[in-house]
């Protein structure tokens, strides 16, 4: 039997306790563009709050029945998003492919309603800024919900994961 002391050594997938969460985020470097300011902030902002608080729980059985935490590589090329799943150790444990054909307009709107809103910052009072910032969490958030059916059956993710990782698919998205 072990003690309290001897579990801090077993790994979490020996001892039962799944943890289905993201604790690590990369981005595929040779999928980034070059990025302003402002996407940049989005995107660190995105994988802070993803990494604080998310549900990822991969729905393949592994073999030796690990269930996370993960570290995540986010791929975009040819149309297609690679999430490369790894174990906290960096072990792989799967690549999951997703074809990106849905997420094209979901992806364009979001970039103009993204170029509005930070316009409107800039620019505009306060009232037009809620106006644009309103229709800016609507596109996320339905772009949000087809990554959820999107990942349906392969992963199981949070409405709050979905958006985060929204973010992060569009920023591997901008283009010179």
């Known amino acids: 039997m072990l003690g309290i002391s001897d579990r801090a050594n077993v790994p979490r997938y020996r001892t039962g306790m799944a943890d289905p969460r993201i604790i690590d985020v990369q981005l595929d470097e040779t999928s980034l ?3 302003s300011p402002d996407v940049e902030q989005e995107r660190r902002i ?6 604080e608080g998310n549900h990822f729980a991969p ?8 269930a996370g ?6 791929q975009s ?12 150790d960096d072990t792989h444990l799967e690549t999951l492919v997703l074809a990106l054909g849905r997420f094209r307009r979901p992806i364009r709107d979001y970039f103009v ?5 930070y316009q409107a910052i800039r620019q505009s009072s306060p ?11 609507g596109v996320h958030n339905e772009a949000a919900e087809l990554l959820k059916e999107r ?12 958006r985060r990782l929204f973010t992060l698919i569009c920023v591997l998205h901008i283009r010179n």
Not at 69 to 74: D, S, T, V
């Open 33 to 35: 563009g070059w990025r």
């Open 46 to 51: 995105a994988i802070f709050d993803l990494i």
């Open 59 to 66: 729905q393949r059985a592994y073999a030796d029945g690990y």
């Open 69 to 74: 935490p993960y570290k995540i590589k986010l």
């Open 77 to 88: 090329e040819e149309g297609r998003l690679g999430i490369h799943i790894h174990r906290e």
């Open 113 to 117: 309603i993204c170029d509005s809103y």
């Open 127 to 137: 009232a037009q800024i809620e106006t644009v910032d309103m229709a800016r969490r």
């Open 151 to 162: 990942l349906d059956g392969k992963i199981e993710v949070d409405f709050d994961t979905a």
